[in-house]
Structures are given as C-alpha cells and as structure tokens.
C-alpha cells in the first residue's frame, strides 16, 4: 500500500473512532446511586440495642453522697451479695446447685424497688472471675422484672447501671 492511502485509512479511522478513548463515568455513577439506595435502605432496617452504662464514681474523690440507699450488687464466686454502699451489706443470697438464683435477687429488687420508689441507679460489681454471661443475666435481672400475670411484659426496677470491679 501506498504511504497516501494508509494516510487516507488514518483519517478515516480518526473521524470514525473519534472521542472513544475518553473516560465514561456513566456507569461508575449509576453503580454509586445504586448502591447508596441499597446503604440506606439497609440501614432503615437494622436496629441495634444499646444498654448506658454509667461508671461508679471514685471512692478516692471527696464527694457528698445524699442520705439514702446507695445499691449495688457485688457477684462473687458463691453468691450474690446486695450492699449499701453508706451502711454495709442488706442480704447475701447464696448459689443453687443450678447457678446464681436470680428469682430470689429479683424479689429482693422488688421489695427494695417497694421501699424506694424513685430510686433509678444500682451498681453492679462483678468479681475478676465472673463469667459475662452471669454479668448480663444479673444486669437485666436489677433492671427489670417480668410481670407473671397477663399480659406479660416488663416492669422497670433499676434501669440506671453503673459497672464496677468487686472489692477484694
């Protein structure tokens, strides 16, 4: 072939692919737009449930504690022991053969929730070797109770938890 003809093939071919090597985003946003439909429409649906929890304040710091009870549920190895933090310990409730009796810490909850209407705040001190689950399981016992008579729900004791170590 000739050098003209090959430089008529050029042109050609640049007239006929002319602006192909550009980029084209079209796709890419397309793609983004889905996929933030799909973000947000998953994030409508997923609910997470967050419990507060409040740390205990300092022993070491001055502080003035008010007149009145100050709970807190010290787990040990053995048996749950419910404390005043002003005046000492209220009860200890020994373990059964099954594990912590948390029926027998609620009904205790309740006649103290009895005692103290207005009482929001407890404190949970679990010792060094208290499994999580046991933790869990006392917190949601100190915070509320399940009503045996229909229709069950749950009725509020101490919603306010405060977590702290055990004393040794």
């Keep these: ?3 003209s003809k090959l430089a008529a093939r050029a042109i050609r071919n640049h ?3 002319k602006g192909r090597n550009e980029l084209n985003i079209v796709p890419m946003i397309d793609m983004m737009v889905i996929l933030v439909f799909f973000l947000i429409f998953t994030a409508v649906f997923s609910k997470t449930n967050i419990l ?3 740390l205990p304040a300092s022993n ?3 502080v003035e504690l008010p007149k009145g009870l100050k709970l807190e549920v010290i787990i040990r190895p053995n048996d749950l022991l ?13 373990n059964t053969p099954a594990g912590y009796d948390l029926d027998h810490l609620s009904e205790f909850m309740r006649q103290v929730k009895s005692q103290f209407p ?8 679990p010792g060094p070797a208290v499994p999580y689950d046991v933790l869990v399981q006392v917190m949601d016992t100190v915070r509320v ?4 008579t229909p229709p ?4 509020e004791l101490f919603p306010d938890i405060a977590i702290g170590d055990a004393p040794t």
């Design 118 to 125: 207005e009482m929001t705040d407890a404190t949970i001190l």
């Design 1 to 3: 072939m000739s050098s």
């Design 52 to 54: 507060q929890l409040n």
């Design 82 to 94: 419910i404390n005043d933090r002003n005046s000492g310990p209220l009860k200890t409730i020994e």
């Design 60 to 62: 070491t710091a001055p």
């Design 152 to 155: 069950f729900s749950k009725a």
């Design 15 to 17: 007239a006929k692919y």
């Design 145 to 148: 109770y399940q009503i045996p």
